[in-house]
Nanobody, 124 residues
Framework: QVQLVESGGGLVQAGGSLRLSCAAS????????MGWFRQVPGKERQFVAA????????SYSDSVKGRFTISRDNAKNTVYLQMNSLKPEDTAVYYC?????????????????WGQGTQVTVSS
């Protein structure tokens, strides 16, 4: 079993930056692809970014491409989401997710493990 714990959320002004972290338990973290999703009340969970198990391949939604960067440190069992040039529409609860495959996926149903979420609020 893998447990994921996000941190780094908070309140930031538009144009600012935040870095989210997701710490994973377990010795098989480096076998898992990881993803970040976000959700606002009343809407479905939305794909943000994903990274392969080795970190060599990444994917982004069109809405964050060029502003957000996903990365991982397998020695620390941690995945990161660097968020720059934040906009009010980026406000959401951000979730870290892991899947028991090395390849990325855009689909939330493809992920096996989820964190509890961390709130990101961007003020205008």
């Amino acid at each position: 079993q893998v447990q994921l714990v996000e941190s780094g959320g908070g309140l930031v002004q538009a144009g600012g930056s935040l870095r989210l972290s997701c710490a994973a338990s377990g010795r098989t973290f480096n076998n898992y692809a990881m993803g970040w999703f976000r959700q606002v009340p009343g809407k479905e969970r939305q794909f943000v970014a994903a990274i392969s198990s080795g970190g060599g391949s990444t994917s982004y939604s069109d809405s964050v491409k060029g502003r957000f960067t996903i990365s991982r440190d397998n020695a620390k069992n941690t995945v990161y989401l660097q968020m720059n040039s934040l906009k009010p529409e980026d406000t959401a609860v951000y979730y870290c997710a892991g899947r028991r495959y090395s390849s990325r996926s855009y689909a939330s149903s493809a992920y096996d493990y989820w964190g509890q979420g961390t709130q990101v609020t961007v003020s205008s």
